[in-house]
Every structure is written in C-alpha cells, then in structure tokens.
Nanobody, 126 residues
C-alpha cells in the first residue's frame, strides 16, 4: 500500500511563491507516474501537473503553464510542485496522486490515480 503525504501549503500574497512536496512510501516510487490536482470550494477536482515514471515527461494544465514546475527526487521519494506568480484563483486544496506501478503516461483524470494524500491548503490573498 502506498502512502502519500503532501506538505508546503500556506497563505501567500498574490505574486508570491510556494513549493509543495509529495512524499511517498510503501511502494516502488520509481515505477509510478505522479500528478498534482486541486479542488476549490464548490468546484470539481482538477488536474494541475503531472510527471512520468522516468521524470522525463511532464504535463501541465493551461492555468499552470509558465508558472508551475513539477519535478521528482527519486532518492527522497518525493515529488515537488514549484508554484510561482500565484494568483487568487490558485486558492484550493492541493492533492498529490500516484498511479499504480507500471502504468505509462500522465493522466489528467482523477479516477486514473490510485493513491491520494489528504491534501494541503493553498490560500492566495489578492
């Protein structure tokens, strides 16, 4: 069973930056693609960014392109989401999600992911 724990959320002013971390344990980290999702109050959970098993491929939602960067540290079993130029509209609970081992590709649908963390709150004040 894979355990997922997010950290790094908080309150930041518009234009500021945050770095979220997703720590995984209990599974083969290197064989799994990872995604970040977010959910604002009253809205559906949406894809933000994803990274492939190898770390060579990444994918971003249009809202994240040019501002967010996803990366992974295999030695630390951790995936990061660097968020710059934050906007009030980025306010949400951010979730890290991990796919089953061996599956290829980055998926943007929440149901394609098997393991989820509890989420970390990001609040951007305008």
């Amino acid at each position: 069973q894979v355990q997922v724990v997010e950290s790094g959320g908080g309150l930041v002013q518009a234009g500021g930056s945050l770095r979220l971390s997703c720590a995984a344990s209990g599974g083969t980290f290197s064989s799994r693609s990872v995604g970040w999702f977010r959910q604002a109050p009253g809205k559906e959970r949406e894809f933000v960014a994803g990274v492939s098993r190898t770390g060579l491929s990444t994918s971003y939602a249009d809202s994240a392109k040019g501002r967010f960067t996803i990366s992974r540290d295999y030695a630390k079993y951790t995936v990061f989401l660097q968020m710059n130029s934050l906007e009030h509209e980025d306010t949400a609970v951010y979730y890290c999600a991990i796919r089953r081992a061996g599956l290829q590709g980055i998926r943007t649908t929440p149901t394609d992911y098997d393991y989820w963390g509890q989420g970390t709150q990001v609040t951007v004040s305008s």
